[in-house]
Each structure stands twice: as structure tokens, then as C-alpha cells.
């Protein structure tokens, strides 16, 4: 299903009225304040986060999985599905794909229906969690960390492969999430897998292209539960260092222990020039994968805001991958990633509204209230108005889940697809 533009107006019909008085009454609330309201708009027009192509089915647990109707069963109508999103929040204009679980069969017609959407390639990742079908060596004890030789090279060359399908598409970085690790005390020597795996990464590192990014993500258990190789941003971030300028961290929101302070990790990452990437989610407990903002919004708004100080005083650090990464294992797919991408942009759009410079006086001066009355006041904002407007001018719909319902998106799709079709990938 393709959404023009005449489907989007019609939907807005009735709510420009009101998103008019809403957006002029907080636009002169804002200049008051001394805040330039088009230069906001302006950057949440251009804040653009990728879409999962392994996001746009039913998710699920080790207990099972509840399909969606209609589900993209190949990768062309993945891209369609973003296609749709990115129509409606004009801010899905970009796709990560997974491999072997999306490989294109053929590349040309693939990046001509990407980019009549709008959609570009964004970071490739590969697999080497899985065992694939015909593979001669098993992931089953680690794969980049193992013992053996062989089955760290079979590896390697997985990953040399996805860069080379990632540059056919006009992708420009590899992201690298490792399952090793252990289960249980004595099963592995925590420094000879540290090492195999550094030496693995510096072995993928020489295969990039000379504008290529290696993003190294990390992870604290699951799904080993004694050890994870890679199990922290510290880890991360001295592996980047080892391989080289091109190597950088990425942060998962749901890949950290609880109550871990993932904006202080954030900082420290941007002062050093390593953070590559993000991808966002939201948790209770652990890696929950759920939508973004839906549990944690006020930690969401303290991340944004150190993103938005990175990104004004750190030049040596480089323009960071976003994307979504997230499991819909309730919800229809494409509405929980309309609403993370709300949520996203709602908190970039409250963190562009802290005053830094005031913010950095009361901190200068021990003020603690006047810091905190600064933060909540940008997050107490009602800053949706904004967001609207920002759609409004790209094209989007101001209320993309609504317009997304009357639109009956869902039913047209599983018309085309059919009630039992079932998404590539996890």
C-alpha cells in the first residue's frame, strides 16, 4: 500500500484549525522565552531514525508468537511498510537491514522502491547468533570469541560479506552485536575471548570501505547469562580504540542493567568522539524491546538532552546512526513504531528547549534547584504542537495514528497479503 499526499491532506482536514491555535499559542509562549521556534522545527524536519526491516512483523517471546495480519513476507514489502510509516511521520527515512535475513535478490530494483519512498540504507548488521542453513561451523559457543579458529574466520567473512552487500546498497557502516559469551563460572577464559574478539573486529575493521563506520554494540546477559564478551560500553569503547578511527560505540537503550545511567555513558562517549549510533527502545527490567518511551520518558528527555549538548560541543564527534529497535509482540507493528517516533521526537524537541547556557551558570553557581527547575521545565512542556508543525510542512499527518486507523492501513494490507504471512527474520 502507497499513502499520496492527497491521503494525508484529507486526513488533516479537520485538525488544522486547532493544530494552527495549538502551535501559535506555544510558538509566542517559546519567543517569549528567546527561543527561535523555526530553527526547532526546522531540526525536527531533518531528524530522520531507521526502521528495523526485521521490526515491521509480530515480534515474540521464547514462549510464542502472535502474527499480525498482513505481515511483510519479503523485503520489497518491508520497504513498502516503511514507506507507509515515513508518509505519515516523515520520519522514518531510513531502513537497517539484518543479514541473511533480508538480502536483496535484486539490488537495482530494491534501491529504485527505496528510493521512490524516500527511504535510504542506513547500517547494515549481521548475524552471527544464529547458525545458518549450510553453515560448516556452529555459533553454538560464540562466534568472533571462539576457540576455534575456523569458526571465527567463518565469522569474519560474514561480516566482510554484509559490508559488501550494505556498499551495493549505499549503506555506510556495519553494526556488530556479539551473543558471545557464557553460561556458566569456567566455561570460558574471559581473556582469551576478549582477545579472539579483538582480533576478529581489527580482521573485519581492514574490510571496510575508506567512508565506512564500524559500530560495535554491546550487551550485559542475554542470551548468556554468566558472561557476555562484550558486556559493557567500556568494553565497547576499548575495542573501538583497538581497531581503529573508524570504529565506534553504540548504545542500545535495553542493554544495560537496571538503573544504570545511560546519559552519563552517553556524555562521556560524545566527549571522546566514540559514539556511533543509537538505538532506542524502553524497558521495565531488562532488554524488553518495548516502545520507546512508553515506560521511561523523563530518562528518554535526560539522554536527549546530552545528545543535544554532544552534538553542539563535540565536533570531533561523528553524526550518529539512529534507529528503532524494538519487538511487537501486542501491538500491530506499524503503530508501535509510529508511536517510538513520536516519542522520539518528543524528547529532542524538549531537550532543544533547555536554555545551556543558563542551564551551564546555574551549574557553575551549585544552584541544584535553579538546574533542576531548568530540566523540568523544558520537560513539562506540551511540546507535541511542535512536532505537528514540523510533519505539517513535510508532508506528514499531524496525528499519524489516527490518520494511520482511518486510513485502514492494516485491513488494506492484509487484503493485498493475506491473514497467514509471517515477517523474515526474528
Known amino acids: 500500500m502507497e499513502l499520496t499526499n492527497n491521503h494525508i491532506a484529507e486526513t488533516n482536514k479537520t485538525k488544522l484549525e486547532s493544530h494552527y491555535e495549538n502551535f501559535d499559542y506555544l510558538a509566542n509562549v517559546l519567543t517569549r522565552n528567546n527561543h527561535d521556534v523555526d530553527q526547532i522545527v526546522e531540526k525536527l524536519k531533518e531528524f530522520q531514525v531507521a526502521i528495523p526491516s526485521w521490526a515491521l512483523g509480530a515480534g515474540g517471546t521464547r514462549f510464542g508468537r502472535f502474527s499480525f495480519h498482513g505481515e511483510p513476507s519479503n523485503l520489497e514489502q518491508k520497504i513498502d511498510d516503511i514507506g507507509v510509516i515515513h508518509s505519515l511521520t516523515q520520519t522514518a527515512g531510513a531502513v537497517s537491514l539484518h543479514i541473511p535475513w533480508d538480502i536483496p535478490t535484486d539490488y537495482n530494483a530494491i534501491k529504485e522502491k527505496a528510493n521512490k519512498l524516500k527511504i535510504k540504507f542506513d547500517s547494515v548488521n549481521s548475524n552471527t547468533f544464529q547458525d545458518q542453513k549450510d553453515a560448516e561451523q556452529t555459533y553454538k559457543h560464540g562466534s568472533l570469541s571462539n576457540i576455534s579458529q575456523a569458526v571465527r574466520e567463518q565469522s569474519i567473512q560474514h561480516n566482510l560479506e554484509v559490508i559488501n552487500i550494505g556498499n551495493k546498497l549505499g549503506s555506510k557502516s556495519l553494526t556488530v552485536w556479539l551473543a558471545d559469551g557464557s553460561c556458566f563460572p569456567g566455561q570460558n577464559n574471559f581473556q582469551t575471548a576478549l582477545q579472539n574478539t579483538q582480533n576478529s573486529l581489527q580482521e573485519i575493521y581492514k574490510g571496510l570501505p575508506q567512508d565506512w563506520r564500524m559500530l560495535i554494540e554491546y550487551k550485559p546477559y542475554e542470551p548468556n547469562f554468566y558472561s557476555t564478551v562484550i558486556q559493557d560500553w567500556g568494553t565497547s569503547f576499548m575495542l573501538a580504540n583497538a581497531c581503529g578511527d573508524k570504529a565506534f560505540t553504540l548504545v542500545?537503550?535495553?542493554?544495560?542493567?537496571?538503573?544504570?545511567?545511560?546519559?552519563?555513558?552517553?556524555?562521556?562517549?560524545?566527549?571522546?568522539?566514540?559514539?556511533?549510533?543509537?538505538?532506542?527502545?524502553?524497558?521495565?527490567?531488562?532488554?524488553?524491546?518495548?516502545?520507546?518511551?512508553?515506560?521511561?520518558?523523563?530518562?528518554?528527555?535526560?539522554?536527549?538532552?546530552?545528545?543535544?549538548?554532544?552534538?553542539?560541543?563535540?565536533?570531533?564527534?561523528?553524526?550518529?546512526?539512529?534507529?528503532?529497535?524494538?519487538?511487537?509482540?501486542?501491538?500491530?507493528?506499524?503503530?508501535?513504531?509510529?508511536?517510538?517516533?513520536?516519542?522520539?521526537?518528543?524528547?529532542?524537541?524538549?531537550?532543544?528547549?533547555?536554555?545551556?547556557?543558563?542551564?551551564?551558570?546555574?551549574?557553575?553557581?551549585?544552584?541544584?534547584?535553579?538546574?533542576?527547575?531548568?530540566?523540568?521545565?523544558?520537560?513539562?512542556?506540551?511540546?507535541?504542537?511542535?512536532?505537528?508543525?514540523?510533519?505539517?510542512?513535510?508532508?506528514?499527518?499531524?496525528?499519524?495514528?489516527?490518520?494511520?486507523?482511518?486510513?485502514?492501513?492494516?485491513?488494506?494490507?492484509?487484503?493485498?497479503?493475506?491473514?497467514?504471512?509471517?515477517?523474515?527474520?526474528?
Request: hydrophobic fraction near 40%; charged fraction near 20%; proline fraction near 4%.
Open 252 to 426: 542500545d537503550l535495553g542493554h544495560h542493567l537496571p538503573n544504570t545511567n545511560i546519559e552519563q555513558i552517553v556524555s562521556i562517549l560524545m566527549l571522546k568522539g566514540k559514539l556511533g549510533g543509537f538505538h532506542f527502545n524502553d524497558s521495565k527490567y531488562g532488554d524488553d524491546d518495548l516502545t520507546v518511551g512508553s515506560i521511561k520518558p523523563y530518562a528518554l528527555f535526560l539522554i536527549f538532552n546530552e545528545l543535544v549538548y554532544g552534538a553542539q560541543n563535540n565536533p570531533n564527534n561523528p553524526d550518529l546512526a539512529w534507529m528503532i529497535d524494538a519487538s511487537h509482540n501486542v501491538k500491530d507493528p506499524l503503530e508501535d513504531l509510529i508511536q517510538s517516533l513520536e516519542a522520539i521526537q518528543e524528547a529532542y524537541a524538549k531537550a532543544l528547549l533547555i536554555d545551556q547556557t543558563q542551564l551551564r551558570a546555574a551549574q557553575q553557581e551549585n544552584d541544584v534547584v535553579a538546574c533542576q527547575e531548568i530540566l523540568q521545565g523544558a520537560y513539562r512542556t506540551d511540546v507535541r504542537p511542535l512536532l505537528e508543525k514540523a510533519r505539517l510542512l513535510a508532508g506528514g499527518a499531524l496525528n499519524p495514528i489516527e490518520a494511520y486507523r482511518i486510513l485502514k492501513v492494516r485491513n488494506h494490507l492484509t487484503e493485498e497479503r493475506g491473514k497467514n504471512t509471517v515477517a523474515t527474520g526474528l
